[in-house]
């Protein structure tokens, strides 16, 4: 993800789904490392810190990554801004 990201900067998006928390964290890590802009929530957030990570990753132009635990995320999202 992070060298696509970096060799093709953009408006594009990405949302990035999985099962596996331990993944996430890994992804977040190399994001973090990379200095690219995310927004991440897995099921441990609360209503208000989910929406808040939504509406960033919609309005924010720098923010090209979503992190979604599948369980959190699997219903009831809509995220327009990703491609």
Known sequence: I???LEENPGDHKVLNFSQFL???ALIREKLQQHQIPFQYFDGSYTAI???QAINEFQNNQA???F???LKAGGMGLN???AD
């Open 49 to 51: 810190q989910r929406e």
């Open 67 to 69: 992190l979604i635990s």
């Open 22 to 24: 331990v993944m996430l």
């Open 79 to 81: 995220l327009t801004a």
């Open 2 to 4: 992070t060298r696509e």
């Open 63 to 65: 923010c090209r990554v």
